[in-house]
């Protein structure tokens, strides 16, 4: 049998960073990762291509509130 793998837990700066998830409106294609709230900067983490990828970002970084979509 095979299993799949746990990533181990993350965090984040909460004061610094927020999560978002960054969609292009041409391709519909979806990454997830951090918006810093002072400069603005994006940091891409993961490709979002189903509700598993989502599901796995948030439970890697422990995120329980919604995530902003930018575009």
Known sequence: MFFKKK?????YDKEKVKPV????????????????IHTGAFEDVMLIRNS??????????????????IY
């Open 52 to 69: 598993a990828d989502l599901k796995e970002f948030t439970d890697q970084y422990g995120i329980e509130e919604s995530i902003e979509k």
């Open 21 to 36: 998830i960054k969609a292009s409106i041409c391709t519909g294609e979806q990454v997830a990762g951090f918006v810093d």
């Open 7 to 11: 990533s181990p837990k993350r965090s």
